[in-house]
């Protein structure tokens, strides 16, 4: 993804992790959810790259990291982050995290015990049940779906990624989050990585929400058909001093709906709440 670089590599249990690191100020690192990659922050990313060292990578499995056949489930991704973490030297980082993301952070946090400055929720996978239907039958069958001729992979993953943005999202902004699914290897990712969603990571960290110890906000489309934003509101409920944010007119893709209400929140979270 040349007009997306991410110009660095950290090796993780033998598996290549691709990163950047832009900018200077306070740490902040943004982590993507699935079926995406770092891309998602494509129009938000950028603009603290003058006031922050923004931090941002892809997840093992997905986009231009490795994709192999391994374990690539959320139960080896918060070993990742807290992993790259350290790599990067942060201690106390402010984190933004979307959907896996979400789950992600959560379970660094509260199972590897890192330690961020503040955390931003977005529509993230933490309460189950969730996955959407989609998500829910090609669990049941992997191996017809990988297996699938390459004409059809092209039709399901772009109409797969679209379930995840309100609006009518032309096919070349869409193109960047279809091409990692593409191909032999990507296609095979893609549904290895659903195969091994299992709510068992969720279940292992939902009822430590309220021991979270940092600021934190939540924002949620308000139109989100993957997870319902009553999801965000029962999470807000569950973590001590909490903001949430509906976002309106964005659905689970806020960061390609909505990507002002995302700097917005951020802009006030970063730069008033958390400094004051």
């Known amino acids: ?51 922050h060292k923004v931090h941002y990578f892809d997840l093992l499995g997905y986009g231009q990291s490795a994709q192999p056949d391994a374990d690539v489930s959320l139960g080896v991704q918060n070993r990742l982050f807290a992993r790259l973490l350290e790599h990067w030297g942060l201690d106390c980082p402010d984190v933004v995290a979307h959907d896996f993301g979400g789950a992600t952070a ?43 001729p390459d004409y059809i992979q092209r039709a399901i993953v772009p109409a ?36 091994q969603m299992d709510e068992c990571y969720t279940h292992q960290v939902q009822d430590l929400y309220p021991q979270v110890r940092c600021p934190t906000q939540i924002l949620w489309g308000e139109d989100d058909q993957w997870i ?26 806020v960061q390609e709906d909505a990507p002002e209400a995302v700097v917005a929140a951020l802009l006030r979270f970063l730069l008033v709440h958390v400094q004051t």
């Not at 832009?22 to 902040?28: E, I, K, V």
């Not at 890192?114 to 049941?140: C, E, M, N």
């Not at 070349?172 to 296609?187: C, D, F, H, K, N």
């Not at 569950?238 to 689970?252: E, K, L, R, S």
């Open 106 to 148: 959560l379970r660094a946090h509260l199972l590897d015990g890192k330690d961020y400055r503040s955390l931003t929720l977005i529509d993230p996978v933490a309460l189950s049940p969730w996955g959407s239907p989609f998500v829910q039958h090609v669990r049941q069958h992997e191996a017809a779906f990988s297996g699938l």
């Open 228 to 253: 319902p934003i009553e999801r965000g509101r029962a999470l807000h409920n569950m973590i001590p001093g909490a903001q949430f944010h509906p976002v309106p007119n964005a659905g689970h893709l």
């Open 160 to 195: 797969y990624i679209r379930g995840a943005i309100k609006r009518d999202i032309p096919d070349a902004e869409l193109a960047p989050y279809v091409q990692p699914w593409l191909g032999e290897t990507g296609q095979a990712a893609l549904y290895r990585q659903i195969a």
């Open 1 to 51: 993804m040349t007009h997306w670089p991410l110009d660095q590599v950290y090796n993780f249990d033998g598996y290549p992790i691709r990163y950047a690191v832009q900018g200077d100020g306070p740490s902040l690192v943004f982590v993507h959810g699935t079926p995406f990659s770092s891309y998602v922050w494509h129009r938000i990313a950028p603009l603290f790259f003058t006031t």
